[in-house]
């Protein structure tokens, strides 16, 4: 991992802001719309990190944003910005990018919108040999359980941020396969992902850096045995965002995780690969989970982690980096300087 800090830059800070109505506290369960964007807290945290050391412009990822980059040229882009609508809308902002050679944090739109379609990346991982669920891609309500695996999770093909994923996804039975896969075809307007639930423990690893030098932070185990008594044991946009708030922050992270070496040294070696395979860059964080014989699953990978700055807050990528005794500022300095030293920019 770099510790050299690169000289004053231009920077801007790609984001999409989630609007005011949309606050989790305020969320309507339905209107998961705009949870994958930051709040306008979180932004402001980012770019005063940032000021520390550079002059940076925010620039919202809206229809406007090509001129408004093209008239600041920044010298770097700070990417935290996931796009609205569709699989490719992580892919826009680097592709803009790439069309005006400015460089930026980040992988490349080819690999943002690869792990956005989760079947897609699991595929991808499955060939080089990844651990990672089996799975199906349903466009319509399936009428028997079929090759089904029960019990299943049903979930958005391209979504983020738990969106789409609630206590409800875990299904077992074919009425409620059926009923899931109508609510997503219906609220999110995309087919749906089956994949065969897998029973054991749940971990996020929050990785920092490119490699040779790329760094596993501490794992963290999601303990799902926290959350409320009846709640289905996934981490689900209800587990996310309505059961811990800030005010009562639920004790769902283990970090780091309370794991055997070689369990330790199987899951670090599968998020190398799957940081290389995919070709993440800088920085990145893989949810996975054992099945029931403890074998290590790939289940998503997050090329665009979110990151909360109040550590009241449950913020996987922070807690990880909190625990190797790396504050909020390190990780954006860190992604900052693994994006310079990337691209050539000293
Ligand atoms: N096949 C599966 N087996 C067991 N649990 C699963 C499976 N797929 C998803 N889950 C559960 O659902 C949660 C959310 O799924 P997933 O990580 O795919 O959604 P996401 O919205 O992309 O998450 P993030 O908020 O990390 O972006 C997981 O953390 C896990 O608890
Ligand atoms: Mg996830």
Same mark, same amino acid.
């Given at each position: 991992?770099?510790?050299?800090?690169?000289?004053?830059?231009?920077?801007?800070?790609?984001?999409?802001?989630?609007?005011?109505?949309?606050?989790?506290?305020?969320?309507?369960?339905?209107?998961?719309?705009?949870?994958?964007?930051?709040?306008?807290?979180?932004?402001?945290?980012?770019?005063?990190?940032?000021?520390?050391?550079?002059?940076?412009?925010?620039?919202?990822?809206?229809?406007?944003?090509?001129?408004?980059?093209?008239?600041?040229?920044?010298?770097?882009?700070?990417?935290?910005?996931?796009?609205?609508?569709?699989?490719?809308?992580?892919?826009?902002?680097?592709?803009?990018?790439?069309?005006?050679?400015?460089?930026?944090?980040?992988?490349?739109?080819?690999?943002?919108?690869?792990?956005?379609?989760?079947?897609?990346?699991?595929?991808?991982?499955?060939?080089?040999?990844?651990?990672?669920?089996?799975?199906?891609?349903?466009?319509?309500?399936?009428?028997?359980?079929?090759?089904?695996? #029960? +019990?299943?999770?049903?979930? !958005? @093909? &391209?979504?983020?941020?738990? %969106?789409?994923?609630? $206590?409800?996804?875990?299904?077992?039975?074919?009425?409620?396969?059926?009923?899931?896969?109508?609510?997503?075809?219906?609220?999110?307007?995309?087919?749906?992902?089956?994949?065969?639930?897998?029973?054991?423990?749940?971990?996020?690893?929050?990785?920092?850096?490119?490699?040779?030098?790329?760094?596993?932070?501490?794992?963290?185990?999601?303990?799902?045995?926290? #959350? +409320?008594?009846?709640?289905? !044991? @996934? &981490?689900?946009?209800?587990? %996310?965002?309505?059961? $811990?708030?800030?005010?009562?922050?639920?004790?769902?992270?283990?970090?780091?995780?309370?794991?055997?070496?070689?369990?330790?040294?199987?899951?670090?070696?599968?998020?190398?690969?799957?940081?290389?395979?995919?070709?993440?860059?800088?920085?990145?964080?893989?949810?996975?989970?054992?099945?029931?014989?403890?074998?290590?699953?790939?289940?998503?990978?997050?090329? #665009? +982690?979110?990151?909360?700055?109040?550590?009241?807050?449950?913020?996987?990528?922070?807690?990880?980096?909190?625990?190797?005794?790396?504050?909020?500022?390190?990780?954006?300095?860190?992604?900052?300087?693994?994006?310079?030293?990337?691209?050539?920019?000293?």
């Amino acid at each position: 991992m770099t510790d050299r800090r690169p000289r004053k830059l231009k920077i801007a800070l790609a984001h999409n802001v989630r609007p005011p109505e949309n606050e989790r506290t305020q969320a309507p369960l339905a209107d998961d719309r705009f949870a994958e964007w930051d709040s306008p807290e979180t932004i402001a945290a980012i770019a005063r990190v940032l000021e520390d050391h550079h002059d940076v412009t925010p620039i919202e990822l809206n229809a406007e944003a090509y001129e408004n980059l093209r008239n600041l040229r920044p010298e770097l882009v700070f990417n935290m910005a996931e796009g609205l609508e569709g699989p490719a809308r992580e892919g826009i902002l680097p592709s803009l990018l790439d069309l005006l050679h400015i460089p930026y944090t980040g992988p490349s739109a080819t690999t943002l919108n690869l792990c956005l379609h989760k079947a897609r990346a699991n595929e991808v991982l499955a060939y080089h040999g990844i651990p990672v669920p089996q799975h199906r891609i349903l466009t319509t309500v399936p009428a028997s359980l079929d090759a089904f695996a #029960l +019990p299943a999770v049903v979930k !958005p @093909l &391209y979504e983020g941020s738990s %969106k789409g994923v609630r $206590d409800s996804s875990f299904v077992q039975s074919l009425a409620e396969l059926q009923h899931e896969v109508q609510r997503i075809l219906d609220t999110y307007h995309q087919p749906a992902l089956v994949e065969p639930f897998l029973a054991g423990r749940e971990f996020t690893v929050a990785l920092l850096g490119n490699p040779p030098a790329l760094e596993v932070l501490p794992i963290v185990e999601i303990r799902l045995d926290q #959350l +409320p008594e009846t709640a289905n !044991p @996934l &981490y689900s946009y209800e587990a %996310k965002w309505l059961w $811990d708030v800030p005010e009562q922050p639920l004790p769902i992270f283990d970090c780091p995780a309370r794991i055997e070496d070689s369990l330790r040294g199987r899951i670090e070696d599968i998020c190398r690969r799957t940081f290389e395979i995919l070709e993440c860059a800088d920085w990145c964080r893989i949810d996975m989970r054992l099945d029931q014989t403890g074998t290590p699953h790939v289940l998503e990978v997050n090329p #665009l +982690p979110g990151i909360l700055p109040n550590p009241a807050e449950n913020s996987c990528f922070p807690k990880a980096a909190r625990t190797k005794g790396l504050s909020f500022e390190e990780i954006v300095h860190r992604v900052v300087a693994n994006a310079c030293e990337r691209h050539g920019i000293c």
